[in-house]
């Protein structure tokens, strides 16, 4: 595998998620990387290894390590006679929500050609917003819940019992399931807290969810689909407590026929406009019909955990990376008109 660089942090209420995942995903590809964190600020930090630990950040000290700043072609640190790059052949992207999945990141890198693992802007645009998530959905010609769009205030005409989450947000943060007037102030508390609108769609009691993860790098590389344990619904603690587990996923018991209904779902969803990421689809099964619940265009670990042999899937994608068409300004037409007309 070429050398990466593992970037987290964020400013973002998934910022210590984004810690935590960069960890996992360094002990699970097992090869040397660089580390740069993000911080809330937006400044960029080179981390040693040695300090890639959950309280180096919590405590501030991630402040003394060395600044970093992006130019052309990558990261850079200043010296004494100017600047230094850093090298790196691929950024990892693990900064979840605002700054990573919503497509902040890839402009930047897009702006300054940096080859970059995951979503690009048009994807993240997408999948970060739910509502437009429902609609990619439709173009992929797969399944999804009904679903109304509220602001604080507005009543929703959503039946109970029925989910409430914020609409641009990720890892669970919250939702809540009203099932009668009594959780009404708190569901709107929990969703509005973190975004001006939320998504509402009916709950369905006991309703069978699956996760599978994957990517397109000449050939598929899909993950086993897996059925993770919930109680009501997947939440905070119960999704990104379980992505720094060491052991691997089990394959879910499901007919082979949803099965495969659901990998040619994932691969409709992938094929909108995610390659160069590695995403994870989150999938209901109602009445052996797969409907798509959401999209993570950045999973936890970047999913690592679901993957029979995940280092292979990793080095195709980064070998299979797309690339931006090079524009080089020729000014024909400045020196066309110059010609024709004298001064311009």
């Not at 990573?100 to 999948?127: C, K, M, Q, V, W």
């Not at 409709?268 to 959401?294: K, P, Q, S, T």
């Not at 679901?306 to 070998?319: G, T």
């Amino acid at each position: 595998m070429q050398q990466p660089i593992i970037l987290f942090g964020g400013a973002s209420f998934e910022h210590e998620i984004s810690i935590v995942s960069a960890i996992g995903l360094h002990q699970a590809i097992g090869v040397r990387c660089e580390f740069v964190f993000l911080s809330s600020d937006h400044r960029f930090y080179l981390i040693d290894l040695i300090n890639m630990r959950a309280d180096y950040f919590a405590s501030g000290k991630f402040s003394r390590s060395t600044e970093l700043f992006l130019a052309n072609g990558g990261f850079e640190r200043k010296t004494l006679f100017g600047r230094t790059p850093i090298d790196c052949d691929v950024i990892i992207s693990v900064v979840h929500g605002a700054d990573g999945e919503d497509g902040t990141l890839a402009a930047l890198f897009d702006f300054y050609n940096i080859a970059y693992l995951g979503p690009r802007i048009e994807a993240s645009t997408l999948s970060y917003n739910k509502h437009l998530t429902k609609h990619l959905a439709i173009m992929a010609g797969v399944r999804t819940l009904p679903y109304e769009i509220v602001r604080r205030g507005e009543v929703v005409k959503t039946p109970y019992p029925y989910i409430m989450k914020p609409l641009r947000l990720g890892s669970s943060l919250g939702i809540s399931v009203v099932k009668g007037a009594s959780d009404l102030d708190y569901a709107h508390d929990s969703a509005f807290e973190f975004d001006s609108e939320a998504i509402v769609e009916p709950y369905i009691a006991s309703v069978r969810e699956y996760n599978l993860a994957g990517c397109y790098a000449d050939d598929w590389h899909l993950s086993v689909i897996e059925e993770p344990q919930k109680k009501e619904f997947l939440d905070f603690d119960q999704k990104y407590l379980d992505f720094t587990r060491t052991s691997k996923a089990k394959e879910a018991d499901l007919d082979g026929n949803v099965a495969a209904a659901m990998r040619e779902a994932f691969k409709r969803i992938y094929g909108v406009g995610f390659f160069g990421a590695l995403i994870r689809c989150d999938f209901f099964v109602i009445d052996n019909e797969v409907y798509l619940n959401e999209i993570n265009p950045v999973p936890g670990s970047l999913a690592n955990y679901l993957f029979d042999n995940y280092e292979s899937a990793l080095i195709a994608l980064i070998e299979n990376l797309p690339r931006r068409k090079s524009i080089t300004a020729s000014y024909n037409y400045i020196h066309s008109i110059r010609s024709q007309k004298g001064k311009l």
